[in-house]
């Protein structure tokens, strides 16, 4: 099973199409389920920039984010499961030892398990979070804290304890 950001869309009548748009600026993804049929869904575009594809482990799902709404998709029967509560994703990474996607909105960190959103930060960056790798329940990333380079932290994904030199909500008031 896998799943692919289209550029643009396909030639009308190449793939099997699924609309889970409303109406506006789309994103298209093409899949391909477990009998290797290729077909595509048709996302409404959130109002951030981030999209991207992400299959969920040892199931026929693929976490969509699509302008930073996310949308949960069983590639076998095409049925969209649901969407997540947050809609404006800026980065997402999955950590298997927590089985959790840990998501950001660029101000606070969240995790997120069969969409629902079972834990969210206060407040840690400045304006901006990027998730950088996931290793056993550790997840790191940087932060903005206002500098040129960002600040590393790291996240347990496990029990929510953020490490860093600087967290927003411990040095703005």
């Known amino acids: 099973m896998e799943a692919e950001i289209l550029t643009r869309p396909p030639l009308s009548g190449d793939y099997e199409e699924h609309y889970y748009a409303e109406s506006g600026n789309t994103l298209w993804v093409k899949f391909l389920d477990e009998e290797y049929i290729e077909w595509c869904g048709v996302f409404s575009l959130g109002w951030k920039s981030h999209s991207s594809v992400v299959k969920i482990p040892n199931e026929p799902v ?15 029967t095409r049925e969209l499961i649901s969407e997540t509560k947050w809609d ?25 398990k069969e969409n629902d959103l079972t834990w969210v ?19 790191k990333g940087i932060l903005n804290d206002g500098t040129d380079v960002g600040c590393k932290f790291e996240i347990n994904a496990v029990s929510g304890e953020i490490k860093s030199p600087w967290l927003f909500y411990e040095n703005v008031s």
Do not use: M
């Open 62 to 76: 693929f976490l969509v984010i699509a302008g930073g709404q996310g949308y949960f998709v069983n590639a076998n």
């Open 121 to 139: 930060s206060d407040r840690i960056s400045l304006d901006g979070i990027s998730l950088i790798s996931s290793n056993g329940p550790i997840v």
């Open 88 to 112: 404006d994703i800026e980065s997402i990474i999955y950590n298997e030892e927590a089985d959790v996607f840990v998501i950001t909105d660029g101000l606070r960190l969240g995790t997120l």
